[in-house]
C-alpha cells in the first residue's frame, strides 16, 4: 500500500493546485479539505477458539453536497485513518467526474482476513454495521465492497442493518448478491469503464483498437475483465501479469487461457509459450496501451522515462507518483486518471441503489449501455477541460469534480 500519510498529503496537494487553477475561494477550500465525519470504532469479536479480540474500524465521510456518501469498506492489516480519509476524498472525486449523486466515503477495519474462518469475519462484519448504523442508510451513505470484502460481506451488513432498523434495507450497501438485489454486470463493471475509456482513449489518439498492442500489470478481477473485454475489441493483449510475475507474448496472449493457467497454478507465470517476465519490465514494454491494474506507486521517478506506451488507463487506484506524473507528462504520454478510469464500478453501484430504491431490475444490456454513456460523457468533458485549462487529463478530472462538488457547497450556503 502507499504511504498512508503521502497518500493524504498526495490527496490535498491534487486539490490545492486544481482549486487554484479554477479560482476556488479559501473558504470553499476549507470545507473541502476536511472530511464531514470521522468515525473510529472499537470492535470486541469472540473469535472461534473463544478469545475476545479487540478490531479497530473508522468511517470516514467526506462530503455529502452533491448527494449520500458512498464508498467501500475494506478488511486489511494495514488499514489507517489516514488512508481511509485519503481515499474518501478520492471517492468525492470520482462520483463527482462521472456526475452520479453521491458524495465520498471510506471504510475499513484493521484486521488480517486471510487468518480468520468465514464465521469471525461474519462476527466482526455484524460487529462493525451495529457500530455505524446510524451513520449510514439508504439516502445517508451507501457502503460497497473494497479490498478483501465481498459480496457476502455487504448481505451480512445489509441484514445486520435491516434486523436494527426493522424493515428490509437492501438500498443500504451494494455489490451484493443477485439474490438480495445485486446488480447485472456489477461483476464486470469496472472492467468494462476501463475498455470503454481505453477505446475512446484509442479514438482520440487517432489509433486504430483492432490490433492495438496492451499491457495489463494485475491480473485479478478488473486486470482480468479489462483484458477479456479489450481482447473481444479485437486488441492484442502482450503481457499480464501477478504479484508473482508476468508473461509476454509478442503475438498475443489468450486471455481465458492465461486465467485458466492462474486456477491451475496459482499464478499466471509459465504459461504455453510465453516469455516470463518482471512487474518491472512488463510496464516498459513497448506498447500502444498500459494499464496498470494492481497496487499504487508502480511508475515512479525511477521507471517513468522508460515507459513506451502511447497512453496509460489506470485502472488500480494511485499506481503513477507525482514526480513520475509530470515525467509522463513532459513526455506527452496521455494519461487517464485513476478517478475516471475505475469508475465503472462506482456507477454501475449507482444504478444499482437505484433499482433497489425503485424496486426494479435492468436487464445486463440496460446497465451496460447507461455504463457506455456515463464513461463517454465522463471522458469527453475531461480532456476538453484539459485542453481549456491546458494541463494534464489528471489535472483536468480534478478540476472537473471539485469544480461540480464547490458548487453544490455554494448553492446549499452554511446552515446554521
Partial sequence: MMSNMSFLSYMIRQFDEAAQAIGLSHDLCDVLR??????????????????????????????????????????HPDVTLEEVTALAMLMTWKCAVVDIPFGGAKGGIRCDPKGMSQAELERLTRRYTMAIANIIGPYLDIPAPD???????????????????????????????????????????????VAIITREVSKYLGKPLKGAKVVIQGFGNVGYMSAKLL??????????????????????????????NKKMTGSVVNYGKAKNITNEELLELECDFLIPAAIENVITAKNADN?????????????????????????????????????????????????????????VEEVMANLERKMIKAFDEVLRSAKEYEVSARQAAITVA???????????????
Fill in 147 to 193: 479490498i478483501y470484502t465481498d459480496a457476502q460481506i455487504m448481505a451480512w451488513i445489509m441484514d445486520t442493518y435491516s434486523k436494527i432498523k426493522g424493515e428490509l434495507a437492501p438500498a443500504v450497501v451494494t455489490g451484493k448478491p443477485i439474490a438480495l438485489g445485486g446488480s447485472e454486470g456489477r461483476n464486470e463493471a469496472t472492467g468494462m469503464g
Fill in 307 to 363: 515507459i513506451k506506451a502511447s497512453a496509460i488507463i489506470e485502472a488500480a487506484n494511485g499506481p503513477i507518483t507525482p514526480e513520475a506524473d509530470r515525467i509522463l507528462f513532459e513526455k506527452g504520454i496521455l494519461v487517464v486518471p485513476d478517478i475516471l478510469a475505475s469508475a465503472g464500478g462506482v456507477t454501475v453501484s449507482y444504478f444499482e441503489w437505484v433499482q433497489n430504491l425503485t424496486r426494479t431490475k435492468w436487464s
Fill in 231 to 260: 481482447q473481444d475489441m479485437g486488441c492484442r493483449i502482450i503481457a499480464v501479469s501477478d504479484s508473482k510475475g508476468g508473461i509476454y507474448s509478442n503475438e498475443q496472449l489468450h486471455v481465458e487461457k492465461v486465467l485458466e
Fill in 402 to 416: 471539485i469544480k461540480r462538488v464547490a458548487e453544490a457547497v455554494k448553492a446549499l450556503g452554511n446552515w446554521p
Fill in 34 to 75: 476536511k472530511p464531514e465525519r470521522t468515525v473510529t470504532v472499537s470492535l470486541p469479536c469472540r473469535m472461534d477458539n473463544g478469545e475476545l479480540r479487540v478490531f479497530t474500524g473508522y468511517r470516514v465521510q467526506h462530503n455529502s453536497a452533491r448527494g449520500p456518501y458512498k464508498g467501500g469498506i475494506r478488511y
